[in-house]
Nanobody, 116 residues
C-alpha cells in the first residue's frame, strides 16, 4: 500500500536550518506531484510547497518563500524539504502528501520546533 515516512525533524534555534526527508513506497513515485504540508498546534493544515513529478516548477507558500527549498530524487523515491532561516512560526508537524486519483495520503509526520 501507499506509504510515506517523514524524518529529519527536531528542535532548532531561530535562524537555524533543518532538512526533512520523506521516503515513499507502494506507488509510482516518479509519476506524481508531491507536497509538503504542516500543522501547527491548534491550527488547520497548511500547504507549504509542491513539486511536479519531473521536479520542475516548485511552488511555495508565501510564508516560506525564499527560505525553504523542495526537491525530489525519483531514483530513490525520496522527497526533501530544506528549511533555512527558521522562525518560531514554522513550528509544526510536517507531512509529505500525495494526491492520487483524488485519494489523499500523508505520512505520520515529523515534528519541527523552532525555539530559543
Amino acid at each position: 500500500q501507499v506509504q510515506l515516512v517523514e524524518s529529519g525533524g527536531g528542535l532548532v534555534q531561530p535562524g537555524g536550518s533543518l532538512t526533512l526527508s520523506c521516503a515513499a513506497s507502494g506507488f509510482r513515485f516518479s509519476a506524481y506531484p508531491m507536497n509538503w504540508v504542516r500543522q501547527a498546534p491548534g491550527k488547520e493544515l497548511e500547504w507549504v510547497s509542491r513539486i511536479y513529478a519531473n521536479g520542475d516548477v516548485p511552488t511555495y507558500a508565501d510564508s516560506v518563500k525564499g527560505r525553504f527549498t523542495i526537491s525530489r530524487d525519483n531514483a530513490k523515491n525520496t522527497l526533501r524539504l530544506q528549511m533555512n532561516n527558521l522562525k518560531p512560526e514554522d513550528t509544526a508537524v510536517y507531512y509529505c502528501h500525495v494526491n492520487r486519483f483524488g485519494i489523499e495520503t500523508r505520512g505520520q509526520g515529523t515534528q519541527v520546533t523552532v525555539s530559543s
